[in-house]
């Protein structure tokens, strides 16, 4: 495809359940990135990938959280016990490079409710 | 643990007029790129400002950055209604404070209606 595409769009989880959010990069883009978008703010960095290596899971919020991206295209950020608080948009980003002057190319985000 | 500030955080003007916002960051950095949102397009990158750059254009944006005052402003001149989003500023890390790390870190965002 020629952007990046998330799926699902939107999901609605109960309490306690697990989800799994998955992103399509650009193809051949090398890192890829999670944040995660409350209401109103701006995004907040949760994890990047190098190809395949996780080299950045600083802004992951607890350990019920988890990304992997296992062949260098397709990642899938997942979530256990999901909790009120996880509510947001969450979205992936793909640039062509390693280098430190990169334009992110952004999907439509997934939104999560947790009920 | 975000590290930009725009302002205003809410503008609204004519089409036709001028719009500048402005964002203010606190760490040294590698550079800063202004991002638009709206709930049809989604988050898309406008412009990248290296940190030896002090003025860039692109089209009928004009970004500048000062960082000995740690601060950009992006004007869009000639505003028409489909400029209606919210704008962002986001910082790559220096090198000497980030190594490998590409993350960008955001600010909360500008939200600019264009009235016709």
């Known amino acids: 495809g020629a952007g990046v595409s998330q799926s699902p769009r939107y999901k609605v989880a109960k309490r306690g359940q697990d989800v799994a959010l998955r992103c399509d990069p650009i193809s051949g883009h090398v890192s890829l990135f999670w944040y995660q978008q409350a209401l109103g703010q701006g995004p907040e960095f949760l994890t990047y990938f190098q190809n395949e290596a996780q080299l950045d899971k600083s802004g992951l919020p607890s350990d019920r959280f988890f990304a992997e991206r296992p062949e260098g295209s397709v990642s899938t950020l997942k979530i256990q016990r999901t909790q009120q608080e996880d509510s947001a948009v969450y979205l992936c980003?793909?640039?062509?490079?390693?280098?430190?002057?990169?334009?992110?190319?952004f999907g439509p985000g997934t939104r999560l409710t947790v009920l | 643990s975000q590290q930009g500030e725009e302002d205003p955080q809410a503008l609204s003007i004519q089409e036709g007029e001028n719009a500048t916002m402005n964002c203010s960051y606190k760490?040294?950095?590698?550079?800063l790129q202004w991002y638009r949102q709206n709930s049809g397009r989604g988050l898309v990158h406008l412009i990248l400002?290296?940190?030896n750059e002090r003025e860039k254009h692109s089209g009928r944006l004009r970004v500048t950055l000062d960082t000995s005052k740690k601060s950009s402003s992006l004007l869009i001149t000639a505003s028409r209604a489909a400029d209606t989003a919210s704008y962002f500023c986001a910082t790559g890390p220096s090198v000497e404070n980030a190594g490998n790390n590409r993350k960008l870190i955001w600010g909360l965002g500008t939200s600019l209606a264009v009235n016709p």
């Open positions: 400002i290296r940190s």
């Open positions: 760490t040294s950095i590698n550079n």
């Open positions: 980003a793909s640039s062509a490079t390693s280098g430190p002057y990169n334009e992110q190319f």
